[in-house]
Structures are given as structure tokens and as C-alpha cells.
């Protein structure tokens, strides 16, 4: 509401410089309302009556009364200032609508860049994401521990050369490889330091070795004086002239110093081991690295050193002398034997000291991968059942002539490993009735291994000697191997190998080929198997005599 004051125009016409009335008039705003504007009319007339009843000389009172009057403007009583407010989350930025986006049909290229945008940016600001991802080092203890369970001892050495982190994990907790009698490196450590922490051992190996201890190719300053005054010893040369309490106190003195509790890995092949050492080496070398492996194995057992090993390497003879040790072994994975049979035997020797009691290893062992290596045997056209059905991978290394026959079940891949052809064109094959002409070259298939076997006793059989038989047509379109005939599995089996043979540079025909350096009939697996084989060779010796 507004007020104009103004001069009555009556006064005016008279003339004189008598009474003066002054009158208000009220304009009303439109932001005034309806009973204020009436209340300021009412007020104006009765200012204006009041004027005319005055006297003039009381001009400045009626002013003054008028000024009283008049309408005030009253000052607002909020604050000028506002208040702070702390908590400025509350009134977040809505997000954008679609009022000012273009018109027309968006494209879809846009509106997904748009909104992988927007989700980046909120990736970017939620504070979970801030976070480092995990890696290998936070895995907990025990997580870590099942993984370097699952490592073999290579395996886990290979890992703690990585970075400091394995290095403090393995190294600093474990002994991984040591060998066995001490080596010249571990009695120096021994020597040298003041105090002995005793830690776990993962692997051990003995390996007779004929290196001379104290090595004159290293220099003397940095070796102690016991082991300088030492000359021409080797582990190998203590071993072969010791006699077998001394060979007991060797281990039992030496095993003193370790933890065998956690032992993974045992290797108890010889560094040398060919046919020359079992033909030239006395019979006292050989008995006493018998000796040795037996005092191990015992101090192990006796030590509770056996329950944890998983991977085995050991020589036997004709003796087996390890059949009950394989019982104590609930955690093998992995069996290597060393066959270092007699030679000059005839075959029902062959069948009851050899072959029965290689069966009947082989048979009870509970292992994923078994490896055979036959230094020496006597030749004899007498097959060997290898009956399993637990292994699944076989790696077989002998000589032509050792007419294995795998029944297994679960076994998946076959690794035969011959003498390679010599460069001076000498003979490398020795199958049965090979002709002089036809030596150069190994026949695989009938090799150490028949492959003959594979038809119905290995049917999961998919690689043989680095070829996939998976790959190969010899099954039913059902996939039953026994709608298939023998001679139909043969006859692709036969054009598979040739192509093979043809290919490594072999010149006869496929015709000559299948009648000398492949099967012609399905192999015949004796009925009885391991010890049960003995009788039978026995009542064949006694009333079959056969000269060979």
C-alpha cells in the first residue's frame, strides 16, 4: 500500500494562504490485500473531516496526527543470514532429465556410451572400489599350504626362486634337496655355523655318488682343514668297501640332523646305472648299495618318514627286497623302479624270481604314474601282465625284448623309451626273429610294448608313444569299443603307423611292412597273474620240458 499526499483544489480557488486541509490518497499494491485497502479508505475520510473542523492555526498538529496515521512498512523477522548446514548430502544433484535431450530417435551407440559413462564415473566415486584388488600374497596360510602340496619338489624350488616373498616361504622353513651321505657343501655349513636349526625336509637323494668329497678344483683357503686332509674319498668308494654296521651307523648317525616328518621325495638311483655296472662292479658294491636302500627305508619307516612321500625311486634285483615297504606308503603318487634283474636264467626261473614278483608289484601299488627302467633281464619269449587299476600313465624304458602287456583300466597315456639309431649305422633293435637287414630301426607297437593290448584291456588308452589314438576311427559309431572286431581295429591301427614309418623315411611297402615290423594276431594274456603264474611254470618245467 501506497500514500500520495496533495493540496485540495477548494483552498486553491479561494485564493488566500488561509486553513490548508491535506488529503491522503491510499493506492493499494496488488500484492495488498482486500480488507487492508478498505481499512485505509475508512482511515483517509476521517482525517479528511477532521482537517475541515480544525482550526488553521493547528496545521503542523494535523500533519503530525496524518504522519502518525499513515500506514508503516514492518521489517520482515527472518533471518538476513542463514543458517549452515552440515550435512550437504541431503540435497544431492538429482540427476539429469530428459526435458533438453534432442528430439527425434535416439541412437543406440549413444545412449549405452552414455550410460557406460555414467557407470564408470560411479565406479570411480564408490568408495569400494578404491580398494587394491587381492593377489597370490593374500592368500590365506592354509590355501597356500594345499597348493605347495600339490607342487612337486621341483616344482616348489623353481617357485621359490620367483621373488622374496617364496623365497622367504620355502627356503626359510624348508631344506628342499639334500643329498644323502652329506655332500661336501652341507658338512661345511655344518661345520661352520654355531648353532644347527632343525628344518624339514622335502627331498632326499642318494645317489652314490663317485665325485671326490673334498674337490681339488675349488680352492683350498675357502675349505676347513679336516676337509682338506682328505684325499681321494667318495661317497661311492665309502659305500663299496663298508661293511654293514657301519653302513647302519651311517644313517642312523646322519639322519639325526634332519626332519623327516614332511619328506616328499626319495630318489635312491645310483648316478651310474647301466648294464657295464652290473656286469664289471663286484658283487660286494652291489649288495652294499642294497644295504644302504634297506637302512634308509627302515630309519624312515622307524621314523614315521613314509606317510607323506608322494614320489619314489628305487633298484631292485631279483630279491624285491622293497615288496613290504610299498604297504606303508598311503600317499604315493608316483613309483619309479629299477629293474636290475639276472642274467642266464631259464624260464621257470625267469617266471618264478622275476617276472611273478614284478606282477605283483605292480599290481598292488595304488599310483597315478609308474615308471619301469630295465637295466638287465634274461630274454625270454615269456609275456608280463602289467595289471592295474589305479595308474594312469606308464612310462615303460628296456630293451625290445621286454614283451610287456598292459591291463589297466584307467590308464590314458603310454611313454616308451628305446635306444635311439646310432649314427654309425649300428644295430639299435633287438626284437625277437629280427632279421640282420631289418635292426636299424625299432618297431613301434611290438617294442618293449604290445599295442595289441590296447583293443580291450586299456579302454581309455588315448595317447601311445606321442600319437593320439583318440583322434583315430577305432570305435563304433556308439562309441563301444567291443562291437568292434579285432581285425577291423587292427587294419586301422596297421595304416596309422605305416603312414608314420613312411614318413621317418622307412622304404617297404605296406605288405612287407605288416608281416615283420607289425602284430599279426591278437596277444594272449595268461590267465593267472604275479604269484599265481609260479605253479603253472613249475608243472610246464616239470613235464613240458622246453629248451629255451
Known amino acids: 500500500m501506497t500514500s500520495r499526499k496533495r493540496k485540495n483544489p477548494d483552498d486553491d480557488g479561494e485564493g488566500g494562504e488561509g486553513d490548508v486541509s491535506i488529503t491522503y490518497d491510499l493506492f493499494v499494491t496488488p500484492s495488498t490485500s482486500k480488507k487492508q485497502s478498505t481499512r485505509g479508505l475508512k482511515r483517509s475520510k476521517d482525517i479528511s473531516e477532521e482537517g475541515e473542523k480544525c482550526p488553521a492555526s493547528l496545521p503542523s498538529l494535523a500533519a503530525e496526527e496524518a504522519s502518525e496515521s499513515s500506514p508503516v512498512l514492518r521489517r520482515s523477522k527472518r533471518l538476513s543470514y542463514p543458517e549452515v548446514i552440515e550435512d550437504l548430502d541431503v540435497f544431492a544433484t538429482p540427476p539429469p532429465t530428459d526435458k533438453k535431450k534432442a528430439r527425434g530417435r535416439p541412437r543406440k551407440s549413444q545412449d549405452r556410451d552414455g550410460r557406460s559413462s555414467s557407470k564408470v564415473k560411479a565406479r570411480k566415486l564408490s568408495p569400494t572400489d578404491s580398494k587394491p584388488s587381492p593377489t597370490i600374497f593374500d592368500i590365506p596360510q592354509l590355501a ?49 655355523t654355531m648353532s644347527l636349526d632343525k628344518k624339514p625336509l622335502l627331498r632326499l637323494v642318494c645317489n652314490k655318488s663317485k665325485a671326490f668329497i673334498n674337490d681339488q678344483n675349488v680352492d683350498s683357503s675357502k675349505k676347513s682343514s679336516s676337509l682338506n686332509a682328505m684325499r681321494n674319498a667318495s661317497i661311492q668308494k665309502i659305500v663299496s668297501t663298508a661293511c654293514p654296521e657301519t653302513i647302519e651307523y651311517l644313517v642312523y648317525s646322519q639322519f639325526s640332523f634332519l626332519s623327516l616328518n614332511q619328506l616328499r621325495e626319495l630318489d635312491l638311483r645310483p648316478e651310474v646305472l647301466n648294464s657295464r655296472l652290473i656286469n664289471y662292479e663286484s658283487s660286494k658294491t652291489l649288495d652294499n648299495y642294497k644295504q644302504l636302500d634297506m637302512t634308509i627305508l627302515k630309519n624312515l619307516q622307524l621314523a614315521d618318514g613314509l606317510k607323506n612321500l608322494t614320489k619314489l625311486d628305487i633298484v631292485l634285483d631279483n630279491s624285491f627286497y622293497a615288496d613290504e615297504c610299498l604297504d606303508n606308503l598311503p600317499n604315493l603318487r608316483e613309483l619309479g623302479i629299477v629293474m636290475c634283474g639276472k642274467t642266464g636264467l631259464n624260464k621257470y626261473q625267469v617266471i618264478a624270481d622275476y617276472i611273478s614278483r614284478l606282477e605283483s608289484i605292480v599290481r598292488k601299488v595304488k599310483v597315478s604314474t609308474l615308471k619301469l627302467h630295465i637295466v638287465s633281464e634274461t630274454k625270454k619269449a615269456v609275456v608280463k601282465v602289467l595289471k592295474n587299476s589305479y595308474i594312469e600313465k606308464l612310462i615303460v624304458t628296456g630293451p625290445c625284448t621286454f614283451n610287456a602287456i598292459p591291463v589297466m583300466d584307467n590308464l590314458k597315456e603310454i611313454e616308451v623309451q628305446v635306444n635311439p639309431p646310432a649314427e654309425n649305422n649300428e644295430d639299435c633293435c633287438s626284437y625277437f626273429k629280427a632279421k640282420a637287414g631289418d635292426r636299424k630301426t625299432h618297431r613301434p607297437g611290438l617294442c618293449v610294448i604290445n599295442i595289441g593290448a590296447a583293443y580291450e584291456h586299456c579302454p581309455k588308452l588315448e595317447k601311445f608313444m606321442g600319437h593320439n589314438l583318440a583322434e583315430l576311427p577305432l570305435r ?14 587292427n ?33 594272449n594274456v595268461p590267465s593267472r597273474v604275479g604269484r599265481g603264474r609260479v605253479s603253472v611254470a613249475l608243472y610246464d618245467h616239470l613235464f613240458k620240458p622246453n629248451p629255451s
Request: aromatic content about 16%; glycine content about 6%; overall charge positive.
Open 144 to 192: 597356500m599350504e594345499r597348493v605347495l602340496d600339490l607342487l612337486d619338489v621341483k616344482g616348489i624350488e623353481a617357485l621359490g626362486q620367483t621373488c622374496s616373498f617364496f623365497d622367504e616361504l620355502i627356503c626359510g622353513n624348508y631344506i628342499t634337496t639334500l643329498n644323502f651321505p652329506f655332500d661336501e657343501s652341507f658338512v661345511e655349513a655344518i661345520y661352520s
Open 491 to 523: 587294419t586301422r591301427m596297421k595304416k596309422y603307423f605305416h603312414e608314420d614309418y613312411a614318413k621317418s623315411g622307412g622304404t617297404l611297402d605296406f605288405k612287407a611292412w605288416s608281416k615283420t615290423r607289425w602284430l599279426n594276431k591278437k596277444p
Open 476 to 489: 563304433a559309431k556308439d562309441r563301444s569299443q567291443s562291437q568292434l572286431t579285432f581285425k577291423i581295429w
